[in-house]
């Protein structure tokens, strides 16, 4: 079983693309030596740690397409 699973991801970022494209841009950004936030994360790869802090809320996304079709 993988960790964090894809059903409670997607419970914090609305679509697939979305935590794909979130989850990768900060694994880049972890790749230029700047650490993880998490105190122990379970992955050593980047992108699973990324992953890791979407799940623990430390990682979040706001859609800014929805915010402006709300207005």
Known sequence: ????SIDSL???IDSK???VS???KRARTMQ???PTKLEKPV???F??????EIHSGILKYT???DEKKES
């Open 1 to 4: 079983m993988l960790y964090p």
């Open 22 to 24: 979130v989850a990768a």
């Open 63 to 65: 859609n800014s397409y």
């Open 10 to 12: 997607l419970e914090k």
């Open 43 to 45: 992955s050593h790869k």
């Open 17 to 19: 693309y979305s935590l």
């Open 47 to 52: 992108v699973g740690q990324a992953l890791e």
């Open 32 to 34: 230029e030596n700047k």
